[in-house]
């Protein structure tokens, strides 16, 4: 067990962050389950598909933030230094399967989308729904699986890793194989983030050209038919068409957006916290301050993603101003009875 030394100077350095988790919470909370419930809605501005993954990443972000939150106010209540060295080691079990399901929804996200616009066509009869749930429970449960890497079981990577962690011994993190295995599955997964992000953009890119061209020519074409008997229907129609197919863009061009800044709140909640600790390991010193900024931001995750889908997605704005009003007049109406 460690020394009572060890774990004041733990608590003394990471009290602030553990301040900042708790203050998280109420955040975390009333953000997940405002996004939850206008995810089960059809009007919410996903395809079926995409909205199962998102309602699952945003389970993970409520578990992630209220485990934090607890884990954080027990460190600041008053208790003894080794029950509150016990919490702190067996914290791996929660931010483990945290970081590594919502780094794996993530990338299942990018795919899903990828498929979506380059295989418009064929994209129903690859990605059905039975598929996904299947896809995405085995993703979910190899993700768990790999929580025993941040296991406390002595004399091994993790539990050295948890130990040394907990009594602030950085040096004893140079070369640890859960830091190692860490930063790997976190590049992996930027590394196929960043890839599909690119493959869409071109692809976008490619599509909106596409679609411009034809636009001309069925300019073109209407204004020939134009001059012909039956003009007045088919110049109707041709704008229709060119309505629709513009709507369809910028429908696909707000998805991309939605889905790129997605990407961003988990790299940018997981990044700095890793880089952190790998800096740690090889020996450099930061002051207490930065450790806070990265807890910070690992926590903020559990609550950026509700403001991403108000921000790109007009239906989801929708949807919860009409559930707000409808919520809105129930109050009143049972206030006034």
């Not at 930061?286 to 910070?296: A, D, E, K, L, R």
């Amino acid at each position: 067990m460690a020394s009572s030394n060890s774990s004041s100077e733990y608590l003394e350095t990471y009290s602030t962050p553990f301040y900042l988790n708790v203050s998280q919470l109420p955040l975390s909370v009333l953000a997940n389950a405002f996004t939850y419930g206008i995810l089960r809605y059809s009007t919410s501005g996903f395809d079926v598909v995409t909205k199962m993954f998102l309602k699952a990443l945003t389970v993970w972000y409520a578990a992630y933030g209220i485990g934090q939150a607890i884990t954080s106010l027990l460190q600041i209540v008053p208790m003894s230094a080794n029950a509150r060295f016990t919490i702190c080691i067996y914290q791996g079990v929660l931010i483990c399967p945290c970081f590594f399901v919502t780094l794996t929804l993530t990338c299942l996200l990018n795919l899903n989308r990828y498929i979506m616009v380059a295989k418009p066509l064929r994209y129903h009869h690859i990605v059905t729904d039975r598929r996904a749930v299947v896809v995405m429970s085995v993703a979910i449960t190899s993700s768990i699986r790999l929580t025993i890497v941040g296991l406390p079981i002595p004399k091994t990577p993790s539990g050295d890793f948890m130990m040394n962690i907990c009594e602030f011994n950085v040096d004893a993190l140079k070369g640890n194989f859960v830091l190692i295995f860490c930063v790997s599955f976190l590049l992996m997964a930027a590394f196929t983030s960043v890839v599909s992000t690119v493959s869409l953009l071109v692809i976008s890119r490619k599509q909106s050209r596409a679609i411009a061209d034809g636009e001309i020519t069925m300019t073109a074409t209407v204004s020939t038919v134009n001059q012909r008997k039956y003009r007045d229907d088919t110049s109707a129609y041709a704008r229709e068409e060119t309505a629709t197919t513009r709507r369809q863009r910028k429908s696909n061009r707000r998805a991309l957006l939605t889905i790129f800044l997605l990407n961003v709140v988990v790299f940018v909640s997981w990044l700095p916290l890793t880089i952190f600790y790998v800096l740690l390991g090889v020996g450099v010193n930061f002051p207490p301050v930065f450790g806070s900024v990265v807890v910070f931001l690992s926590m903020s995750a559990t609550w950026w993603h509700c403001l991403v889908y108000l921000i790109t997605n007009k239906m989801f704005r929708e949807t919860a101003k009409d559930v707000f009003k409808k919520k809105l007049r129930i109050y009143c109406s049972d206030t006034t009875k």
